[in-house]
């Protein structure tokens, strides 16, 4: 009997509990509530600038372009519409293929072609070395340049191009600058076998002169200064830690000088 009374009374409370805390107040307003802890809005999220989301431009790949009558040349176009022409001529039974570390110092100003001596090395399939005739070498790339803006689609400038030779090809950079004024305005000098000659480059606009740091380097410095003295705007660049047949690790920046320089 007394478990029942018992069970009756606690059955009772949770009843009169349950009413209390779902009864409604007087006129049947919603019963008051605690506010709710106010949450800042969002920030707007910060749209990237067009600098931000713009892709780094790239600059246009070195290509092959087939040459009339020969082999195909590689080439970096310009940047833009520049009608300019840079020609590397390569060094010693070697190739042009060291271009692609430095060819966006030249895309900047100019078209850079490269073509390949006509003399094969025996025992060394795709390396050349330069012949004799300069007429010929002359011939070759007045050539090549009307091949590479026809396959461009560019007419570029026959009788403003700037040579750049490595070694040999610097060698007979300076012999082209010379017999043919009329084509040849700008000259990159690196590394040449013998110290440049002013009755050889008298007549250019600029002229760079480059040496490796671990080549002999004095003399082709002071011809520099005898060149800018006597009228030639002329400059001396090392190429840090470089030995002969090598440009080094700096090359892209000490290049990228260069040609700024050169083709100002």
């Not at 605690?34 to 431009?57: F, G, H, I, N, Q």
């Amino acid at each position: 009997m007394r478990r029942l009374l018992v069970l009756s009374l606690l059955i009772g409370a949770g009843g009169a509990l349950w009413a209390l805390r779902h009864a409604r107040p007087a006129g049947g307003a919603e019963p008051e509530r605690l506010p709710a802890t106010p949450v800042e809005p969002a920030a707007p999220a910060t749209a990237p600038s067009p600098e931000a989301r713009a892709p780094e431009a790239r600059l246009p790949e070195v290509r092959f372009v087939p040459i009339s009558g020969e082999a195909p040349a590689r080439v970096a176009p310009a940047q833009g519409d520049s009608r300019r022409v840079v020609v590397y001529l390569h060094g010693f039974c070697s190739d042009a293929s060291t271009i692609a570390e430095w060819a966006p110092a030249v895309q900047r100003h100019a078209t850079l072609i490269a073509p390949h001596g006509e003399l094969g090395c025996a025992g060394q399939p795709g390396h050349f070395r330069w012949g004799n005739d300069i007429r010929f070498t002359d011939y070759r790339i007045q050539r090549a340049i009307r091949s590479v803006g026809k396959a461009l689609g560019v007419e570029l400038a026959q009788s403003d191009v700037t040579l750049a030779g490595y070694s040999e090809g610097a060698s007979r950079a300076e012999s082209l600058a010379w017999l043919f004024p009329q084509h040849y305005r700008r000259a990159v000098l690196m590394s040449g076998p013998a110290v440049p000659a002013f009755e050889k480059v008298r007549g250019l606009e600029r002229v760079a002169v480059l040496r490796g740091g671990r080549e002999y380097r004095r003399t082709y410095r002071l011809a520099a200064e005898h060149f800018d003295k006597a009228g030639v705007s002329a400059r001396f660049w090392e190429l840090p830690g470089a030995s002969h047949g090598e440009l080094g690790s700096e090359a892209p920046r000490v290049l990228g000088e260069v040609f700024d320089f050169v083709e100002h």
